[in-house]
């Protein structure tokens, strides 16, 4: 028995940064429009936006080495961080626009200045860093990074890890002071409290369970109220789905033709939590390593300073688990549903492909709390197992899909998924994810709603100043928008002093 009809211009599926994201900026360009949201949960911002289930990094590029591989020749590729430091600087100024015009207040809540450093070990590792850093110093997107292989230095950056240290091979870090920490949680909280202010129908408590194509080319979602148990009919012209990693199975749901031959794999994180406040007030930075031999790059290590309402703590990890649920509030047979005839091919050439993250994965899941604290005292040399607790964070489901290179390719990226006329469009995959999120609505407003941009450009630029524009083409643009960003986020220590003496 259905109690509920309604007909709506967009509907977002999913309520996290990335639905948060899109209904803010669809609100900004088409105030007119009207907007529905249907999460399943009770609360926004539970599944991987949650600021406890990733690692709350403004992923600018600055210390992930995973976005810059070593050529055969020896040369380092920074291609990728550029890409994802100018996605990681529209956030930044979408987000400034909204501080500004007090569409949000109090930035310090979700975002903070913090060091990005990348760390490495013997002499090929050190080697790499320095061609890495002077491949990326010649570039505007990172002025400021600073290198050091000297002990002495290290100490000041990282009192914490180098203390007690046996420096017995080659060690050698970068720096640079404009990385931040996003609280993505609190953040996407803001965005949709603001949604609803604005006239978006934010719904509580509502999961999908289907998604077909009207007669008419409009789309129609059944969606079961979790309250009642009665099932709601609704159309739009235009469908979202942002359900990290209930994405799939939703897109799969629609049967549109680029629905097919894609799977999904699914990897969990675990991190060790510091509970004790005085290695916590030691350490000041988010430190990167390299993955090892055979680790997706989403289990780089990392020991992260973050800030979670309102105090400082302290992670490292991630560990890899594994559970075939595709989110952490999932179904058990999440990935067996998944499995279709048109992917099944793919998925089976996925994981012949991929023993070695198979035996990766099994290594992991089976690994004791001690076996985990000794991997961080690779980073923490007299880390102590009673000052650290587990916990399970977000799921993340890899894509998999035949490309150019092969069946069963893995992907370890960020998709948008959209149909030949742009009238629904999915979001697969896992990082830099939020950090990109205003990139990703961008491209998905450009597929998706191209008879409208042309009339919304002059908006998209108010949004964001730099739209169209390479920031790393643009030097003073560069520095302009540096300057603003932070002063409107309140990323200098100055802004924060002001701050606090104010209140």
């Known amino acids: 028995m259905s109690n509920r009809q309604t007909k709506s211009d967009v509907i977002l599926i999913g309520a996290g940064i990335m639905s948060a994201t899109l209904g803010t900026m669809l609100k900004e360009l088409a105030p007119d429009w009207n907007i529905s949201l249907f999460e399943k949960l009770d609360k926004a911002g539970e599944e991987s936006s949650h600021e406890m289930n990733n690692a709350g990094t403004g992923h600018a590029a600055l210390c992930e080495l995973n976005y810059t591989s070593e050529r055969p020749d020896g040369t380092v590729d920074i291609a990728k961080a550029v890409k994802v430091n100018e996605q ?26 913090l060091p990005h450093m990348s760390l490495v070990q013997g002499e090929d590792n050190v080697t790499y860093l320095k061609k890495r850093f002077e491949a990326m110093t010649a570039n505007p997107l990172f002025e400021g990074m600073e290198f050091s292989e000297d002990p002495e230095k ?12 046996t420096v017995d091979e080659a060690i050698a870090a970068t720096k640079i002071d404009t990385g931040t920490d996003v609280n993505f949680g609190a953040l996407t909280r803001m965005l949709i409290e603001h949604m609803q202010k604005v006239g978006v129908d934010v719904n509580y ?3 999908v369970e289907d998604i077909k194509r009207t007669s008419d080319g409009e789309w129609e979602l059944k969606i079961k109220n979790n309250k009642d148990g009665k099932l709601e009919f609704h ?40 509970k004790n406040p005085d290695v916590i007030a030691k350490h000041h930075a988010k430190v990167y390593g390299k993955a090892k031999v055979g680790a997706p790059p989403m289990s780089v290590p990392h020991l992260d300073t973050r800030y979670i309402d309102g ?6 990890g991630p560990f890899a688990g594994f559970t075939p649920k595709f989110l952490k ?42 076996q985990r604290i000794n991997e961080l005292r690779e980073f923490i040399p007299d880390a102590k197992s009673e000052d650290w607790d587990l916990w399970t964070a977000g799921q993340r489901v890899q894509v998999i899909k035949d490309t150019p290179n092969g069946k069963g390719t893995l992907q ?58 390479a920031l790393a083409e643009h030097p003073e643009l560069l520095k302009d928008m540096h300057a603003s960003t932070s002063k409107i986020l309140k990323l200098t220590e100055n802004e924060l002093e002001k701050e606090t003496v104010h209140n």
Request: proline share 6%.
């Open 311 to 316: 105090e400082k703590s302290l992670l490292f």
């Open 235 to 274: 159309k739009t012209k235009f469908v979202f789905i942002g359900g990290g990693g209930g994405s799939l199975p939703l897109l799969q749901k629609t049967g549109i033709p680029e629905s097919k031959h894609i799977g999904g794999f699914p990897i969990s994180g675990v991190f060790m939590v510091c």
């Open 205 to 207: 408590g509502h999961q």
């Open 329 to 370: 509030e999932g179904s058990m047979m999440d990935l067996i549903g998944s499995v279709k005839p048109n992917n099944l091919t793919t998925m089976l050439a996925c994981g012949a492909k991929n023993l070695s993250l198979t035996k990766y994965l099994v290594e992991q899941v089976v690994q004791t709390k001690e």
């Open 88 to 113: 990681f600087q529209l956030s930044m100024q979408f987000w400034s626009h909204l501080v500004e015009k007090n569409l949000i207040k109090d930035p310090e809540q979700f975002i903070m200045p």
């Open 154 to 165: 290290l100490k000041e950056w990282i009192p914490l890890i180098m203390k007690d240290r």
């Open 412 to 469: 370890f990226g960020t998709e948008l998924v959209t149909d030949q006329d742009g009238s629904i469009a999915a979001l697969l995959g896992a990082s830099p994810g939020a950090s990109t999120a205003v990139a990703v609505m961008l491209d998905l407003i450009n597929k998706c709603f191209p008879g409208q941009v042309s009339d919304w450009e002059p908006k998209l630029k108010e949004m964001i100043p730099s739209y169209g524009k």
